[in-house]
């Protein structure tokens, strides 16, 4: 039997370490030998957390138990770990796991369910065969086409095509040339990357190692803010264990191709979110936007070949390889494919992450997967695509969420932070607050 504690920063800020703790010792002053006490990162309903899951002997989950204090540990261990049976009481709520059951996860499908920091969890659910089989079977061309299939648009903010960038880098001469991941989340609200990054590391590296591949790169770099210490901790030892078993270094599995991966952690500055400043910041200067053209793809990084995706594009990647770009073009609308992460926050009942389908309606995102207004007050706006994005009122809450859709609206859909509003909202506050935000 196995007791998995969510440990995303949500989890740990909810009191997950000393619910940990507390499991601990009762395990030890019960005697209860056959129980393996263990984490995982944050499944995305952070309004539940701390998340406490028991599996089976066979592996099987047999009970998800939220909001788990110290308090509740007695109770939780006296009836399922000694007694076998379900402690109805601190038990996920059969609406709550609806909304979990409901949804479509392709970035977070590992998130909440595996150890971040063991990479033969990851490899167990197939994990790093889609890098295997673009380095072993595939040519670059055949990756950049499958990622052209999917249609896939950079989940970074501006909704660029993935595999157009790919192309151009690796069309650009030269043979020094660098793959980025950007993880300079700044948007107020947004946690999305965060998230991925705490709860499953190797996903990004896999998608970076493909991506890496097919435009011809020889270093990859992840630049991660500094606030996100948790998230860098377990990078690092994704990083570590994937070079243990040659995934990363010289001639990875087993080809000729030398690729390794290494973190910057940025300072914090907003700016840095855009690519051509967080190039500045990577080379050591000022954090500061550069005219385009010439664009990364010709002249980045030390004016080398570079190409920029942020978390959630490449934690894409390999999935889109093992199943196949249709399969991620048959989610969402004609021009916004695949699925999307989406930061709930602000006044909404049940915050924190959730993947869906691009294409349902805002009020389907925040009403049915989001629960609804906090204390059933009206709903005011939403803002959505940060402090360069803007507020969509009530009168548009039908508005598909689609980078077509969204922009029509005058907001943008961004990076994935959507803060809700409720009628006793200031909009004038807002937005003074976000313009101060993005004057600072």
């Given at each position: 039997?196995?007791?998995?504690?969510?440990?995303?920063?949500?989890?740990?800020?909810?009191?997950?370490?000393?619910?940990?703790?507390?499991?601990?010792?009762?395990?030890?002053?019960?005697?209860?030998?056959?129980?393996?006490?263990?984490?995982?990162?944050?499944?995305?309903?952070?309004?539940?957390?701390?998340?406490?899951?028991?599996?089976?002997?066979?592996?099987?989950?047999?009970?998800?138990?939220?909001?788990?204090?110290?308090?509740?540990?007695?109770?939780?261990?006296?009836?399922?770990?000694?007694?076998?049976?379900?402690?109805?009481?601190?038990?996920?709520?059969?609406?709550?796991?609806?909304?979990?059951?409901?949804?479509?996860?392709?970035?977070?499908?590992?998130?909440?369910?595996?150890?971040?920091?063991?990479?033969?969890?990851?490899?167990?659910?197939?994990?790093?065969?889609?890098?295997?089989?673009?380095?072993?079977?595939?040519?670059?061309?055949?990756?950049?086409?499958?990622?052209?299939?999917?249609?896939?648009?950079?989940?970074?903010?501006?909704?660029?095509?993935?595999?157009?960038?790919?192309?151009?880098?690796?069309?650009?001469?030269?043979?020094?040339?660098?793959?980025?991941?950007?993880?300079?989340?700044?948007?107020?609200?947004?946690?999305?990357?965060?998230?991925?990054?705490?709860?499953?590391?190797?996903?990004?590296?896999?998608?970076?190692?493909?991506?890496?591949?097919?435009?011809?790169?020889?270093?990859?770099?992840?630049?991660?803010?500094?606030?996100?210490?948790?998230?860098?901790?377990?990078?690092?030892?994704?990083?570590?264990?994937?070079?243990?078993?040659?995934?990363?270094?010289?001639?990875?599995?087993?080809?000729?191709?030398?690729?390794?991966?290494?973190?910057?952690?940025?300072?914090?500055?907003?700016?840095?979110?855009?690519?051509?400043?967080?190039?500045?910041?990577?080379?050591?200067?000022?954090?500061?936007?550069?005219?385009?053209?010439?664009?990364?793809?010709?002249?980045?990084?030390?004016?080398?070949?570079?190409?920029?995706?942020?978390?959630?594009?490449?934690?894409?990647?390999?999935?889109?390889?093992?199943?196949?770009?249709?399969?991620?073009?048959?989610?969402?609308?004609?021009?916004?494919?695949?699925?999307?992460?989406?930061?709930?926050?602000?006044?909404?009942?049940?915050?924190?992450?959730?993947?869906?389908?691009?294409?349902?309606?805002?009020?389907?995102?925040?009403?049915?997967?989001?629960?609804?207004?906090k204390n059933d007050r009206p709903f005011k706006a939403v803002q959505m695509g940060g402090p360069s994005g803007g507020c969509i009122p009530a009168s548009l809450i039908d508005t598909p969420v689609s980078y077509e859709h969204i922009n029509k609206t005058g907001a943008i859909v961004g990076s994935g932070g959507m803060i809700v509003i409720d009628e006793d909202t200031c909009?004038?506050?807002?937005?003074?607050?976000?313009?101060?935000?993005?004057?600072?």
């Amino acid at each position: 039997m196995k007791v998995v504690i969510g440990q995303g920063s949500c989890g740990i800020a909810s009191g997950a370490k000393k619910t940990e703790a507390e499991f601990a010792r009762q395990i030890a002053d019960r005697g209860l030998t056959n129980v393996v006490l263990d984490k995982t990162g944050c499944i995305g309903t952070c309004y539940l957390e701390p998340i406490v899951d028991i599996y089976g002997d066979d592996g099987a989950l047999a009970a998800r138990y939220v909001k788990v204090q110290p308090a509740n540990v007695s109770s939780i261990v006296e009836k399922h770990l000694i007694g076998g049976e379900v402690d109805t009481e601190n038990a996920i709520s059969a609406e709550d796991a609806a909304i979990l059951a409901g949804q479509n996860r392709i970035v977070l499908k590992n998130c909440g369910l595996i150890n971040p920091e063991r990479i033969e969890e990851y490899i167990e659910e197939d994990g790093y065969e889609a890098a295997r089989k673009v380095l072993t079977e595939m040519t670059p061309m055949e990756v950049i086409e499958e990622i052209k299939i999917s249609g896939q648009r950079g989940r970074g903010g501006a909704g660029f095509p993935t595999w157009f960038k790919w192309n151009a880098a690796r069309q650009s001469e030269g043979k020094e040339k660098y793959i980025v991941c950007n993880a300079d989340e700044g948007d107020p609200g947004a946690f999305m990357d965060r998230g991925v990054l705490e709860g499953d590391p190797n996903a990004v590296l896999e998608g970076m190692i493909i991506g890496g591949y097919a435009m011809g790169a020889c270093e990859g770099v992840i630049y991660v803010r500094a606030e996100y210490p948790l998230a860098i901790e377990r990078l690092e030892i994704a990083l570590g264990q994937a070079r243990e078993r040659g995934f990363l270094g010289k001639k990875i599995f087993g080809t000729d191709w030398d690729f390794d991966i290494r973190i910057k952690a940025g300072a914090g500055a907003f700016v840095c979110g855009e690519e051509t400043a967080l190039i500045a910041s990577l080379e050591g200067e000022r954090g500061m936007p550069r005219l385009k053209p010439p664009f990364p793809a010709q002249k980045g990084y030390w004016q080398k070949p570079t190409n920029i995706n942020n978390v959630e594009t490449y934690a894409n990647v390999a999935w889109i390889i093992r199943n196949g770009g249709e399969a991620f073009a048959a989610y969402g609308t004609d021009q916004s494919n695949g699925t999307k992460v989406f930061a709930l926050a602000g006044k909404i009942k049940k915050g924190g992450l959730v993947e869906v389908p691009m294409g349902l309606t805002l009020k389907d995102v925040i009403y049915k997967t989001g629960g609804g207004i906090k204390n059933d007050r009206p709903f005011k706006a939403v803002q959505m695509g940060g402090p360069s994005g803007g507020c969509i009122p009530a009168s548009l809450i039908d508005t598909p969420v689609s980078y077509e859709h969204i922009n029509k609206t005058g907001a943008i859909v961004g990076s994935g932070g959507m803060i809700v509003i409720d009628e006793d909202t200031c909009m004038v506050d807002m937005a003074r607050y976000f313009l101060d935000f993005t004057r600072k």
